[in-house]
């Protein structure tokens, strides 16, 4: 079938970025077999304006969209957390194609109150939204017409050529690359990972990019790096009144990092808090809850090398096995259009509809 991908292609910045979630989704759907049209919705209404504003190019961004759904006339829009094409337009395109079937996947945290807030604009006029968070809080998201579901963060065999949990001569032991923002807990493992690991295992070879001084690593040197580590430490912001559990903000959720960490076979170190032995099994992962336990654990690890390569291989398959690319294309657009599922996934399939309060 023929597939409208609209979301950011981060073509400004020049193939620094060409391992993030929609690449993968995108290449999901033509390995699959789709015909795909990829349309980059902040790059259309950067060049859309006179001065090279995505602002200003936002009406032109929109009406360029239309053009593409008469040009195209896709089966199927997917739409990536957007924030550029309106509802109204989505309404138009259906005027255009009555048969289309839209939805949306959102991978940004739902703790995060404007994230909530972009993820639900569109629920109304989508078939169905999927979200990288679980559980019942997905209700809150959905439309009057549209439905929610869990995905899971892809692994993508094309991008993810690391086999770190095969060898014992990486340089570095801890990987992690990412910003610390303002408002996170001061004693959350994210932003104290780097002090404690110096303080009490003083031994162990860090690589930590983006924070502490550290400038941000992207694109090839990114990839490198992942690939000189041992273990990746998976550690999501997360705001201090986000409740972990099911029904809570955090269930299941993780930023994409889970999958470039196990679809390069490092051993993947998480947060209790986010419950994901439940998704992938504590033989794939490592969760940790407090300071102390962290640091015993990662002490094990860097100091048990045949421990550290089990469970990192264990993730490793799994990930290649049952979360990557072309799974998670395919759940999306099997739940979309009412299909059979055609693999039992590893995930929860179940969907959430719009809470009715009397």
């Known amino acids: 079938m023929r597939i409208l991908h609209a979301s950011h292609t981060h073509l400004k910045s020049l193939g620094a970025r060409n391992y993030f979630l929609p690449v993968r989704i995108n290449n999901g759907f033509i390995r699959n ?3 795909v049209y990829w349309f980059s919705d902040r790059d259309v209404a950067r060049y859309s304006s006179l001065f090279h504003s995505r602002s200003t190019g936002v ?4 009406r360029k969209f239309l053009d593409v759904c008469r040009n195209f006339e896709p089966d199927v829009i997917a739409l990536s957390s957007q924030d550029i094409l ?3 337009t989505l309404i138009d395109a259906r005027r255009i194609l009555p048969n289309v079937a839209i939805f949306q996947y959102y991978i940004d945290p739902l703790f995060d109150a404007s994230n909530f807030r972009n993820a639900g604009s569109k629920a109304d006029v989508v078939d169905w939204s999927f979200a990288t968070t679980a559980g019942p809080i997905l209700s809150r998201i959905a439309g009057s017409r549209s439905k929610v579901a869990f995905i899971p963060n892809p692994v993508d065999s094309s991008i993810d050529v690391h086999r770190c949990h095969e060898r014992t001569d990486q340089p570095h032991d801890v990987f992690f690359a990412g910003h610390i923002s303002k408002w996170l807990h001061p004693d959350d493992l994210r932003g104290r990972a780097h002090e404690l690991i110096q303080e009490r295992i003083p031994g162990a070879r860090c690589a930590f990019y983006g924070h502490g001084g550290n400038p941000s690593l992207f694109g090839a040197a990114f990839m490198r790096a992942l690939g000189e580590a041992k273990i990746g430490l998976n550690f999501s912001q997360r705001n201090a009144d986000a409740k972990p559990g099911p029904g809570g903000e955090l269930y299941l959720y993780s930023s994409d990092r889970i999958g470039l960490y196990q679809g390069n076979g490092l051993l993947v170190f998480t947060t209790k808090s986010f419950s994901l032995s439940e998704l992938y ?12 336990d962290f640091i015993d654990k990662l002490r094990y690890y860097v100091e048990n090398e045949s421990a550290r390569q089990q469970v990192a291989r264990t993730g490793y398959e799994l990930g290649h096995r049952e979360f990557n690319e072309r799974l998670v294309s395919q759940y999306m657009i099997e739940a979309t259009l009412g299909l059979p599922f055609s693999h039992p996934y590893r995930w929860p399939t179940e969907s959430h509809g719009k809470l009715i309060t009397k």
């Open 33 to 35: 077999n789709h015909e």
């Open 59 to 62: 009406g032109a961004c929109n």
């Open 86 to 88: 309106k509802p109204e």
């Open 281 to 292: 099994g504590d033989d794939a992962i490592v969760e940790v809850e407090g300071a102390d």
